[in-house]
T-cell receptor, first 112, second 114 residues
Framework: KNQVEQSPQSLIILEGKNCTLQ??????????LRWYKQDTGRGPVSLTI?????NTKSNGRYTATLDADTKQSSLHITASQLSDSASYIC???????????FGKGTSLLVTP | SAVISQKPSRDICQRGTSLTIQCQVD?????MFWYRQQPGQSLTLIAT?????????ESGFVIDKFPISRPNLTFSTLTVSNMSPEDSSIYLC???????????FGSGTRLTVV
């Protein structure tokens, strides 16, 4: 069964600090992995998308890494801001069609 | 990437009634989907909205409960029928734009059934 596991479930950090969110998956055959940011009451917004051959991809203060061998990904947030408070969702696609496999998300709270 | 307008953004409904959610895209898209996100849970695919034919439903979801329309390549509706408190969730539409652009989501409809 294709699964996507995220950790931690929730995280509280001080403004200006860095943090790293984890995503482990068992989806096979792997097609791509996306990180989304979902603000409370809003739809998810794409941060990064990585295919099998990509190890790192950045989007401003967000840097995602992918290790396709160990089936792990991380999302690193640098110099956090209050507006980074949101749920971060890892989504993995298999080669078989359009089906997306969603993690439950990591809820991040950045405090002053 | 495509811009999606989803409405209503939220609603509070009485049990036994129905609510229709609309999703308008600013460009023609082939792949259009409807998701449900229950409190504290990840997104679950309800169905794929097919233009010109009946929607394709995932296991656990049926047309009588979640009828879907897709009259053209830019618009779709999802109806939540005969609602009960268990239907309280966020409902999202999404469009697929290929591997390069990925999937874009609407802003969601937060539904509360009382």
């Amino acid at each position: 069964k294709n699964q996507v596991e995220q950790s931690p479930q929730s995280l509280i950090i001080l403004e200006g600090k860095n943090c790293t969110l984890q995503c482990n998956y068992t989806v096979s055959p792997f097609s791509n992995l996306r990180w989304y940011k979902q603000d409370t009451g809003r739809g998810p917004v794409s941060l990064t998308i990585m295919t099998f051959s990509e190890n790192t991809k950045s989007n401003g203060r967000y840097t995602a890494t992918l290790d396709a061998d160990t089936k792990q990904s991380s999302l690193h947030i640098t110099a956090s801001q209050l507006s980074d408070s949101a749920s971060y969702i890892c989504v993995v696609s298999a080669n078989s069609g359009y089906a997306l496999n969603f993690g439950k998300g990591t809820s991040l709270l950045v405090t002053p | 990437s495509a811009v999606i307008s989803q409405k209503p953004s939220r609603d509070i409904c009485q049990r036994g009634t129905s609510l229709t959610i609309q999703c308008q895209v600013d460009s023609q898209v082939t792949m259009m989907f409807w998701y449900r996100q229950q409190p504290g849970q990840s997104l679950t695919l309800i169905a794929t909205a097919n233009q010109g034919s009946e929607a394709t439903y995932e296991s656990g979801f049926v047309i009588d409960k979640f009828p879907i329309s897709r009259p053209n390549l830019t618009f779709s509706t999802l109806t939540v029928s005969n609602m009960s408190p268990e239907d309280s969730s966020i409902y999202l539409c999404s469009v697929g734009q290929g591997a390069r652009n990925g999937y874009t989501f609407g802003s969601g409809t937060r539904l509360t059934v009382v």
